[in-house]
């Protein structure tokens, strides 16, 4: 599903450059959740963000699927991740002035899809994640579990091959960050979401199928955690 070849990366140039990503190769099966683990700074998200296309590499190749990453150009990059990727991070970034499922359908309207049905996706999504009667809540009248939930909303609606998750917890108290992730697991036990998920929370880490760990831009340990 997704392979990583000799993923290098550097921030800055000369004496200030920084070595984020070192020669990085693992592969990751369709419908696997992996989480990403490590110390701060250890190159967890730069991972993450090649991976999915958001930052360009130095070297290395990445494949999703028969599709070569770091062979698109932007315009056929952007297009394969809003139809094939879904993104949840800590922050939510849902935009303030929209309601509930209008933030939840951002991705089909990007598309074109017209707004009567984006908006009934978009209701049935909400339902998924168990917001629908928050629906037309805006994110100020929402609790941050509640935010977190129609990001997760306006991730799948597109009913992607992947999940994209970095710190998508890092927010939230140990009850809603168990919700979440209870929400995450079930999408993929459901619907075989392959899922990949940025995290410093060994609890989290536990309930992935696979846990990378990561150090000084290098994996150190990759191996199974449960079935």
């Not at 809603?176 to 899922?195: K, S």
Request: hydrophobic letters at 40%.
């Amino acid at each position: 599903m997704i392979r990583i070849q000799g993923l290098t990366k550097t921030f800055g140039a000369g004496e200030a450059a920084t070595r984020a990503l070192k020669q990085v190769s693992f592969e990751i099966k369709k419908g696997e959740t992996v989480s990403v683990t490590g110390p701060s700074g250890c190159g967890k998200t730069t991972l993450l963000h090649l991976m999915a296309g958001i930052e360009q590499m130095d070297e290395g190749e990445v494949w999703i699927g028969d599709m070569p990453i770091h062979r698109l150009k932007e315009r056929e990059l952007s297009r394969f991740r809003l139809q094939k990727m879904g993104f949840v991070f800590q922050s939510y970034h849902l935009v303030p002035v929209l309601c509930a499922w209008e933030n939840a359908a951002l991705p089909l309207m990007a598309q074109g899809v017209r707004r009567k049905e984006a908006k009934e996706r978009a209701l049935e999504a909400l339902k998924r994640v168990g917001l629908a009667d928050r629906a037309n809540r805006y994110p100020s009248e929402l609790s941050g579990g509640q935010n977190q939930r129609v990001a997760i909303a306006r991730a799948i609606i597109g009913e992607p091959l992947i999940l994209w998750a970095d710190e998508p917890t890092g927010a939230l108290d140990t009850d809603t960050a168990e919700q979440v992730i209870g929400l995450l697991d079930m999408l993929n036990h459901h619907y075989g979401t392959t899922i990949v998920i940025v995290t410093h929370d060994p609890q989290i880490a536990s309930r992935t199928h696979r846990t990378i760990r990561m150090q000084n831009g290098r994996i150190v340990h990759d191996g199974g955690v449960r079935s």
